[in-house]
C-alpha cells in the first residue's frame, strides 16, 4: 500500500478536499504533527478515529522505521500536517524519501499551501518563482541567504514567524533597497486575512504595528541590470584573470555578475589573455 500526502487546511476548514476526507477515512493509520489537532479535524469531517503517530521536527527520523513497517505489511500510511502540504516546510520530506527508496508507491492528495495563495495575491510575477521556506535566524547563514535572496531575479517566497517578521524586513531592506517590491501575507483563508503591498522601506513602517499569526512574504525579484559597456565588461573580466581565474571561469563569473552573454564575456577573456 502506498504512503499518501494529504494536504490540509491552512485556516479555513471548507478548504479541506473531498477527496482528502477519503483518504483519512481509508487510513490504517495517519502520521501527523500534532494528535490533537488532527484529532479535531477527524471529528470535524466525521471520520473515525485512526492510529495517529506523531511525525514532527523532532521525531520524524525516528519514525521512518515504524511507518515503512506498517508499509511494508500493507496498511495504508496517510501524511497530514497541522497545515498545508507535508513536506513543505513541514515533516514529511524524509518519510517520502525513505519510502521512495525502499520501493514504496507514494501518493500525493493536493491541498491548501500558504506559498502559492500568498505568490497569486501578491500582484508580483508568478511564471518564475523561488521558494526559501523559511530563513536560517542567526549568524553567517542568514547573511548569506539573504545575500542570495537579494541577488535572485524570480519572485521569491519566504514564511516567517510573525515575531521575526519586522527584522526580516529590515534585514532584505539592507540587502535589496527600500525601493523592492514586496507583499506580505497573513492569516491566509482566515477572520483576519490580510495582504499588505508595497516597498520594502513601506513595509517597515507597516509591520511597526503588531502582526500575529503565521506570516509569508512575497518579494519581487532582482531588476536586471543594464548590458555592460565594453570597457566596464573588459575590465570586469581582466580583475578576473588577475585573481587567477581561467578564461572560461572569468567569463563565466562575468557574464552572471554583469548579464551578459556568457560567449561575449568568453571572447573578451581569451583576446585579453593574448
Not at 89 to 107: F, K, W
Not at 189 to 217: C, D, F, P, Q
Amino acid at each position: 500500500m502506498p504512503l499518501v500526502l494529504v494536504g490540509t487546511p491552512i485556516g479555513n476548514l471548507g478548504d479541506l478536499a473531498p477527496r482528502a476526507v477519503e483518504a483519512l477515512a481509508a487510513a490504517d493509520a495517519i502520521c501527523c504533527e500534532d494528535t490533537r489537532r488532527t484529532g479535531r479535524l477527524l471529528q470535524h469531517f466525521g471520520v473515525e478515529r485512526r492510529p495517529l503517530v506523531v511525525v514532527n521536527d523532532h521525531t520524524e527520523a525516528q519514525a521512518i522505521v515504524g511507518v515503512l513497517e506498517r508499509l511494508a505489511r500493507g496498511e495504508r500510511v496517510v501524511v497530514v500536517t497541522d497545515a498545508g502540504m507535508p513536506g513543505i516546510s513541514d515533516p514529511g520530506e524524509r518519510l517520502v524519501r525513505a519510502a521512495v527508496e525502499a520501493g514504496h508507491a507514494v501518493e500525493v492528495v493536493p491541498g491548501p499551501s500558504a506559498a502559492v495563495a500568498a505568490l497569486v495575491a501578491s500582484g508580483l510575477a508568478t511564471s518564475r518563482y523561488a521558494f526559501e521556506g523559511f530563513l536560517p535566524r542567526k549568524g553567517s547563514a542568514r547573511s548569506a541567504r539573504v545575500a542570495e535572496v537579494a541577488a535572485e531575479r524570480r519572485t521569491t517566497v519566504l514564511y516567517e514567524a510573525p515575531h521575526r517578521l519586522a527584522r526580516t524586513l529590515a534585514d532584505l531592506t539592507a540587502a535589496c533597497g527600500g525601493d523592492r517590491q514586496v507583499a506580505v501575507a497573513r492569516e491566509l483563508t482566515k477572520l483576519h486575512e490580510e495582504v499588505w503591498r508595497g516597498t520594502l522601506a513601506g513595509s517597515l513602517e507597516w509591520v511597526a504595528e503588531s502582526v500575529r499569526g503565521e506570516v509569508v512574504v512575497v518579494l519581487e525579484g532582482a531588476p536586471v541590470p543594464p548590458p555592460a559597456g565594453e570597457e566596464a565588461l573588459e575590465q570586469a573580466v581582466q580583475d578576473r584573470l588577475d585573481a587567477g581565474d581561467t578564461a572560461r571561469d572569468a567569463a563565466s563569473y562575468v557574464a552572471s555578475a554583469l548579464g551578459v552573454a556568457r560567449r561575449r564575456a568568453y571572447d573578451v577573456a581569451v583576446r585579453l589573455r593574448r
